[in-house]
């Protein structure tokens, strides 16, 4: 080994300068290409997924009835939360590797919008569906402390549209979960029901 190292030290150094020069030039072209190639390589394979990502899915709006303007004050804020794309049981039991990286938990909240009209309060929101494995999502609201839980709690009780009306028994004390009826609906494994909207 050593004498290897030894014939080419005599190489190199026997080489003209001007084609040692040329030859660490190369080297070094080499070696910013071959890193220029494998960014430009992550960059698009990170576009396509992302495109292939935007163009699965779509944004679905959604409208529903809450109930008396005046029972809902300022100090209220509905979200959206979606569980993930697909059902529990299809994802644990019939999908693909390739399925199941896309139905993993997400657990994302978006904000939903109260609307006040003549005949009540509406809330607007929207749902990114999957238009393979649709999604999962649930309504809650956040009620902040200078509002009455209680009356909060009765108006949802009175409400036709939706049902499930529960408390959180998180950290989040002040959250108010529930159901929308005219939606249909799904078990976890671990059994909290979630809504669905099919493939669309």
């Not at 910013?32 to 698009?44: C, E, H, K, Y």
């Not at 529903?64 to 979200?79: C, K, S, W």
């Not at 399925?99 to 609307?115: C, D, F, T």
């Amino acid at each position: 080994m050593g004498e290897i190292g030894a014939l080419l030290g005599r190489i190199i150094n026997n080489l003209p300068d001007s084609l040692l020069l040329e030859s660490l030039i190369l080297g070094a072209l080499a070696t910013v290409l071959t890193a220029v190639i494998r960014i430009v390589w992550a960059g698009s394979s990170w576009l396509i997924e992302r495109a292939v990502f935007l163009l699965s899915r779509s944004l679905t709006h959604h409208v529903i009835y809450l109930g008396p303007v005046e029972a809902f004050p300022p100090g209220i804020r509905f979200n959206v939360l979606i569980i993930r794309f697909g059902t529990d049981q299809y994802i644990s039991t019939m999908a693909s590797d390739r399925e199941r990286m896309v139905g993993r938990l997400q657990l994302k909240i978006y904000p939903a919008e109260v609307r006040g009209k003549k005949d009540g309060a509406y809330l607007s929101f929207r749902v990114p569906v999957h238009k393979r494995l649709g999604t999962q999502f649930k309504i809650f609201a956040d009620v902040e402390p200078g509002v009455d839980l209680d009356d909060i709690m009765q108006v949802f009780d009175a409400n036709q549209e939706i049902h499930e009306v529960s408390v959180s028994d998180s950290k989040f004390d002040r959250r108010i979960y529930f159901l929308l009826k005219d939606y249909a609906q799904t078990q976890t494994v671990d059994g909290p029901v979630n809504n669905f909207i099919y493939p669309v």
